[in-house]
């Protein structure tokens, strides 16, 4: 079966940064468009943070335009978001997403990770 799981996440000071993975088997990687998915408190919707096509176009929501970097490495089935300059609005949990097309909307994701826990302190 097809499984996300997301590492990575913890806690960090303003202005800090981290590096979430997600790690995904049992789907044709190469083939799906990944995304970052936040959400920042309970029962908030997951806001789209970050998305890469298949084949390696990045599309980012303004949060993270300029602080945010999302990469996919093929041969590993692996996406990465690199998040700089944190700060206190970052804190969420992180959802990575696959979907045969890339897209905005969390409802057109087939699947999901368990998710990860980003704390920004100030």
């Known amino acids: 079966q097809v499984q996300l799981v997301e590492s990575g996440g913890g806690l960090v000071q303003t202005g800090g940064s981290l590096r979430l993975s997600c790690a995904a088997s049992?789907?044709?990687?190469?083939?799906?468009?990944m995304a970052w998915f936040r959400r920042q408190a309970p029962g908030k919707e997951r806001e789209f943070g970050v998305?890469?096509?298949?084949?390696?176009?990045?599309d980012y929501a303004d949060s993270g335009k300029g602080r945010f970097t999302i990469s996919r490495d093929n041969t590993k089935q692996t996406v990465y978001l690199q998040m700089n300059t944190l700060n206190a609005e970052d804190t969420a949990v992180y959802y990575c997403?696959?979907?045969?097309?890339?897209?905005?909307?969390?409802?057109?994701?087939?699947?999901w990770g368990q998710g990860t826990q980003v704390t920004v302190s100030s």
């Open positions: 998305g890469i096509s298949s084949s390696g176009l990045a």
């Open positions: 997403a696959a979907n045969p097309g890339p897209s905005y909307r969390a409802l057109e994701y087939n699947y």
């Open positions: 049992g789907l044709s990687f190469d083939n799906y468009a």
